[in-house]
């Protein structure tokens, strides 16, 4: 494999698996194995969560970048990438036949979208049922969990940021809790926007900016820690404008 | 306490929720039941604690502790990452109704109530971390010394082949 072909193995992985959820110490360790693999020791990588740039110094120094837009938590395919990273350290495989586990990686199936509906109906619903909430209660919330699917696949096909996600989502819900609220429905709102509100819970930030800090990767620490928070403020800010307009 | 109200029922709730939220990150099959395992955990934990009157700080972090621990050796034993289990492990801890709260008192004007309620979420917040942060750390270093062992040995190999080159050389 020339240095080209394994600086542009190297980039499509990492940039795959940053997209798919890992943390930033898993992306640069892996592919520095794989450089190790190749026996090119000295290659100098520089990974965020977004972009990666890797450079392989032979004979004629070779540097390879990606930029890697937004994220699409996909833990399984991120599974993958992790088994063929070994498969490669301990097989050393041609350029062409990587890049094929890497397509059929791509291709691995995701689960349907009324599945995925109905997953979120049933987070909804759980975490209204688990704040306290009443039968009445759990309904509506999971009905408000459906709401912020359809929302937030809307608003990730116009490439809205996770900010804007978060405001919007929990900004549409609280004011549909809060209508409900008011035609006596249910007796209150708040467990309804709590159970649906856990849908956006910045999970995989929160893991991903602690494991960054614990490998001291502190830039992409940061990155990610902002992320979590301001996903969190936005939610807040959100139910917020519609618990302050229910007041009036 | 309340054995079957207390830690029963909240733990068959996330059982169910979290099995829904694992397919939210596309967690496929074995690995979909042990993260929602991990969920049941951290619920465990938690419930248990706070039932035998340990504070609520602490019972964050022992339950935090105790799934950083179980998604480590999970991860170890399935050959995967340790995101796939602990990304659902921790969501029963998120503070989902402190930070509500928060916000109610801040929108209520009422500040007193907001700071209080404000240091609870971070306290929370905190408590998850470090709880992570310790046993993420440790099981960190065990590995770091591991490999570093392992390559000492390698480069003794290496050093005794070297030498004995030179030995053959100055023969």
């Known amino acids: ?62 540097t390879d970048t990606v930029m890697v837009g937004g994220r699409q938590t996909n833990l399984d395919r991120l599974g993958r990438l992790n088994d063929l990273s070994r498969w490669i350290c301990l097989r050393r495989p041609e350029h062409m036949a990587i890049l094929k586990k890497l397509n059929e990686i791509n291709k691995r199936p995701v689960y349907p979208q009324a599945v995925m509906y109905a997953a979120y109906f049933i987070v909804g619903g759980a975490f209204t049922f688990f704040y306290g909430g009443n039968i009445t209660e759990v309904i509506f919330g999971s009905l408000l969990a459906v709401v912020i699917r359809f929302m937030s696949e809307r ?14 989502c929990s900004a549409v819900i609280s004011f549909l809790a809060v209508a409900i609220k008011s035609v006596d429905f249910v007796s ?16 995989i930030q929160i893991t991903n900016c602690m494991r960054d800090f614990i490998s001291g990767d502190f830039y992409s620490g940061i990155y990610t820690l902002t992320e979590a928070l301001l996903t969190a403020a936005g939610l807040a800010v959100g139910a917020g404008a519609a618990v302050a307009a229910s007041l009036i | ?25 596309n967690i496929l099959r074995r690995h979909l039941i042990a993260a929602a395992i991990g969920a049941v955990v951290s619920e465990f934990v938690y419930s248990l604690l706070t039932g035998l009157e340990v504070s609520e700080v602490k019972s964050i972090f022992l339950a935090a502790a105790a799934v950083a621990l179980y998604s480590e050796i999970l991860a170890r034993l399935f050959r995967s990452p340790v995101n796939m289990y602990l990304v659902v492990s921790i969501i029963p801890l998120v503070p989902g109704k402190t930070i509500y709260d928060t916000m109610i008192t801040l929108v209520l004007g009422d500040s007193e109530s907001f700071l209080s309620r404000l240091l609870d979420t971070f306290e929370a917040a905190g408590a998850i971390a470090m709880g992570i942060f310790m046993v993420s750390s440790v099981v960190r270093l065990i590995k770091d010394f591991r490999e570093a062992n392992g390559r000492k040995i390698i480069e003794a190999i290496h050093g005794l082949a070297s030498k004995h080159d030179d030995n053959i050389k100055k023969i």
């Open chain 2, 1 to 25: 306490m309340d054995i079957l109200n207390d830690i029963v029922v909240p733990c068959l709730i996330i059982f169910v929720a979290c099995i829904a939220f694992g397919m939210m990150f």
């Open chain 1, 188 to 203: 209150g709102f708040d467990k309804m926007i709590i159970g649906a509100s856990m849908t956006l819970v910045p999970g």
């Open chain 1, 155 to 168: 608003l990730k096909a116009v490439k809205a940021s996770a900010f804007l996600n978060a405001v919007v």
């Open chain 1, 1 to 62: 494999m020339t240095d080209v072909q394994l600086a542009q193995v190297c980039t499509t992985i990492a940039k795959y698996m940053t997209l798919y959820g890992a943390e930033i110490h898993r992306v640069e360790d892996t592919i520095k194995r794989i450089c190790a693999a190749y026996s090119k020791h000295n290659a100098q990588i520089y990974a965020t969560p977004a972009n990666f740039i890797i450079t392989i110094k032979g004979d004629m120094p070779v």
